[in-house]
């Protein structure tokens, strides 16, 4: 099983709709909570089709801001608890019987106002002293070792943070990764600011079922914060692995409508098997899957692997020390992506 939790920045371009579907088809997740969606129930409710996760709650957005949504597979077995503005809190049940919590959670912006978002913390864990898991945006660190750039934390809210995880009994989980989720991108090195604001944290009761648990800093795609992934078990990782490396059977790609070209080729072959052959429906689709993968291979294939190098070379211009030439170094790879993405 794999949870995902991710402040996606909104989901109201091309890009965003692009990063939301590219980590769906990487990663699979059977949860996801998303922070910062900026939409209504209404804007949203589309999503869990596309995503193919049909459960779903939803605290709107307020303004031009804010929105949470946390999306699940049918086949799971979950009941929803309380929400707000600041987390979306479920309950699952494992077909042994066992019982444990997921809490979505996204800390208040605000620094003077982010004790609301412990209060709310101390609250869920007031009603429930089930297995409990949170994952997401807490907007604040632990240590100053979480945090590069820009002015020192106050050592005030990170102890009220820390404070806050200790009456929840709440521990961090670690992670494998790059240690900062949150970069501001700053194209100064002087301004530029890098953080571990995203985390997954739980209880030893949690810890004790899910001996094999592993977290992932994903990619940030058009978001400023990475994603944390959650692999409550080795076995999703290693099918995941398997998955990519085996390949399957013919599946259309969702990225593929945002080529003008698709429609083209889709119409063309659809005409060649049906009125010039005579074919039937069944072999006409086979005949436009066929030719959409030579197609995706030929025409989308170099562009892809460009892509995928970029992004490579980003993360590798990621790791050193903050320095002027690797941040514009970092600005130049971004652009390009953007370019080629875009």
């Known amino acids: 099983m794999k949870l995902i939790a991710w402040n996606c920045r909104g989901l109201g371009n091309g890009s965003a709709i692009r990063g939301l579907l590219g980590i769906q088809r990487k990663e699979d997740p059977d949860m996801m909570f998303l922070s910062e969606t900026k939409l209504d129930t209404r804007r949203i409710e589309w999503w869990k089709w596309k995503l193919g ?7 709107d957005c307020e303004g031009k801001g804010g929105g949470l949504a946390m999306f699940w597979k049918s086949s799971l077995k979950i009941s929803p608890g309380m929400k707000s503005r600041y987390h979306i809190d479920t309950e699952i049940t494992e077909d042994d019987r066992f019982v444990w919590r997921f809490t979505g959670v996204y800390g208040e912006p605000k620094m003077e106002a982010r004790e609301t978002t412990w209060r709310r913390l101390r609250n869920i864990k007031h009603h429930s002293d089930k297995p409990w898991i949170c994952v997401g945006d807490f907007n604040e660190v632990l240590t100053q070792g979480e945090k590069e750039g820009g002015v020192t934390r106050p050592q005030i809210y990170m102890d009220r943070f820390k404070q806050a995880l200790e009456d929840c009994q709440l521990h961090d989980l670690g992670f494998v990764g790059d240690p900062y989720t949150w970069r501001n991108n ?4 002087q301004q530029y600011i890098r953080e571990r604001l995203d985390r997954a944290v739980a209880t030893p009761e949690w810890c004790r079922r899910f001996l094999e648990y592993r977290v992932v800093h994903g990619n940030p795609r ?3 914060h990475r994603p944390v992934i959650v692999h409550l078990d080795h076995e999703s990782f290693r099918q995941r692995t398997r998955k990519h490396r085996e390949g399957g059977s013919f ?3 969702a990225s593929w409508m945002t080529e003008e070209a698709c429609g083209a080729v889709i119409e063309n072959d659809w005409k060649r098997e049906t009125l010039a052959r005579g074919g039937t429906v069944v072999q006409a689709l086979q005949g436009v899957a ?3 993968q030579h197609w995706s291979r030929t025409s989308l294939g170099d562009m892809e692997r460009r892509i995928a190098k970029i992004k490579k070379e980003v993360e590798i211009c990621r790791q050193p020390a903050l320095t002027q030439d690797t941040v514009t170094r970092e600005r130049i790879l971004r652009y390009k992506l953007e370019r080629l993405e875009g």
């Open 251 to 253: 599946k259309f790609e």
């Open 53 to 59: 996760m049909t459960g779903l709650v939803v605290k």
């Open 290 to 292: 066929g030719d959409l």
């Open 186 to 189: 700053n194209h100064d090195a």
């Open 222 to 224: 058009h978001s400023d």
